[in-house]
T-cell receptor, first 113, second 111 residues
Framework: GAGVSQSPSNKVTEKGKDVELRCDPI?????LYWYRQSLGQGLEFLIYFQGNSAPDKSGLPSDRFSAERTGGSVSTLTIQRTQQEDSAVYLC???????????FGPGTRLTVT | QKEVEQDPGPLSVPEGAIVSLNCTYSNSAFQYFMWYRQYSRKGPELLMYTYSSGNKEDGRFTAQVDKSSKYISLFIRDSQPSDSATYLC???????????FGKGTSLLVTP
């Protein structure tokens, strides 16, 4: 079946611009997660959505980062006024409710120049 | 100190060798232990998960958890060039949804 899809696969933007990253989870998966993978770093948790509950935003590094999930499916991660330290691969994952079973998309590689 | 430590390698082995990959952790509340494989420029792929201590086998892969030592391992038997990738360990608490990842070990299996 179809896995998690993310778009765009690559994004190059100038410092100070806003960017939107999209995630389409696996159909039927109730939970959705965003992680960030920086060069030389492990995956860093950003935000978690479960059904219609309020998201857990505890991992967002600053108030320039926000995310929403519409209709319990597609999610968008928005980074405002991008900085060079935002350059990373942004990974989306979904799970059928069992937290330990997360399936990742291919990621969006963001480069801020 | 990070909660999860993993030697970044690289680890290079000949085809057919047994590979041992390891992680240590500091949070005794971790109960779920996962191994992911990540090919270059791809997303992580879930290989196996284990709950609490013990062993789990799936084909050529065996995962071991020793909670008393806060140490987990992944063994790959009869390694193949297609196993060349970065292997990430991840852990979570019983009701924790945010996975805590190691930085990954880069593995190269040479023909």
């Amino acid at each position: 079946g179809a896995g998690v899809s993310q778009s765009p696969s690559n994004k190059v933007t100038e410092k100070g611009k806003d960017v939107e990253l999209r995630c389409d989870p696996i159909s039927g998966h109730t939970a959705l997660y965003w992680y960030r993978q920086s060069l030389g770093q492990g995956l860093e948790f950003l935000i978690y959505f479960q059904g219609n509950s309020a998201p857990d935003k505890s991992g967002l590094p600053s108030d320039r980062f926000s995310a929403e999930r519409t209709g319990g499916s597609v999610s968008t991660l928005t980074i405002q006024r991008t900085q060079q330290e935002d350059s990373a691969v942004y990974l989306c994952a979904s799970s059928p409710g069992r937290y330990y079973e997360q399936y990742f998309g291919p990621g969006t590689r963001l480069t801020v120049t | 100190q990070k909660e999860v430590e993993q030697d970044p390698g690289p680890l290079s082995v000949p085809e057919g060798a047994i590979v041992s990959l390891n992680c240590t952790y500091s949070n005794s509340a971790f109960q779920y232990f996962m191994w992911y494989r990540q090919y270059s420029r791809k997303g992580p792929e879930l290989l196996m998960y284990t709950y609490s201590s013990g062993n789990k086998e799936d084909g050529r892969f065996t995962a071991q958890v020793d909670k008393s030592s806060k140490y987990i391992s992944l063994f790959i038997r009869d390694s193949q060039p297609s196993d060349s990738a970065t292997y990430l360990c991840a852990m979570s608490e019983d009701s924790g949804y945010a996975l805590n990842f190691g930085k990954g070990t880069s593995l190269l299996v040479t023909p």
